[in-house]
T-cell receptor, first 115, second 112 residues
Framework: DVKVTQSSRYLVKRTGEKVFLECVQD?????MFWYRQDPGLGLRLIYF???????EKGDIPEGYSVSREKKERFSLILESASTNQTSMYLC??????????????FGDGTRLSIL | SQQGEEDPQALSIQEGENATMNCSYK?????LQWYRQNSGRGLVHLIL?????REKHSGRLRVTLDTSKKSSSLLITASRAADTASYFC????????????FGTGTRLKVLA
């Protein structure tokens, strides 16, 4: 089974801090994704990466950056954390596949609180 | 922008009953996927239906797709308490990227 591991289940940080969320997958997937999930808004894509060092902005990239130095690891960085970034963050990975028909495999999420 | 919109937002049924959830989307798609999320956990892929398919089955799950109406439905038959979860549809686009857009989900509660 594919395993996507997020480094922390719960995280509390202070406003203005630089925050790193780490995600590792063990199935050699090309694609990796970062979402945030908020009540009533569903999942919103922050960034995704289709190869090492390659990234593409999602729908809400402002205030975030990402890093993918190795195929199995995709990091989300909050440059200067703000209270409106308090949320559940979900990482996912998938194969490339034909016709973009591969399922995404999710980690269990990091619940981040910014105080 | 929101692509998939699930309906209803919440659904409560008795164990053994069938549960139906609907998803509407706005633009042309190659395929549509359904996911389940248990409380406090990540999403788990349930089933994928391609744009040239009208119906698909997997165990107690039945998914339909009507591309003319830009809608899909997920039917869970003979529901169990363990089916209590949130269910999301996710649509790709024909724009050529690997982005999927998720809806806001249907919260299903199955009462024992």
């Amino acid at each position: 089974d594919v395993k996507v591991t997020q480094s922390s289940r719960y995280l509390v940080k202070r406003t203005g801090e630089k925050v790193f969320l780490e995600c590792v997958q063990d199935m050699d997937h090309e694609n990796m994704f970062w979402y945030r999930q908020d009540p009533g808004l569903g999942l919103r894509l922050i960034y995704f990466s289709y190869d090492v060092k390659m990234k593409e902005k999602g729908d809400i990239p402002e205030g975030y950056s990402v890093s993918r130095e190795k195929k199995e690891r995709f990091s989300l960085i909050l440059e200067s954390a703000s209270t409106n970034q308090t949320s559940m963050y979900l990482c996912a990975s998938s194969l490339v596949g034909q016709g973009r028909d591969q399922p995404q495999h999710f980690g269990d999420g990091t619940r981040l609180s910014i105080l | 922008s929101q692509q998939g919109e699930e309906d209803p937002q919440a659904l409560s049924i008795q164990e053994g009953e069938n549960a139906t959830m609907n998803c509407s989307y706005k633009t042309s798609i190659n395929n549509l996927q359904w996911y389940r999320q248990n409380s406090g956990r990540g999403l788990v892929h349930l089933i994928l239906i391609r744009s040239n398919e009208r119906e698909k089955h997997s165990g107690r799950l039945r998914v339909t797709l009507d591309t003319s109406k830009k809608s899909s439905s997920l039917l869970i038959t003979a529901s169990r308490a363990a089916d209590t979860a949130s269910y999301f549809c996710a649509t790709d686009s024909t724009s050529g990227t690997y982005k999927y857009i998720f809806g806001t989900g249907t919260r299903l509660k199955v009462l024992a």
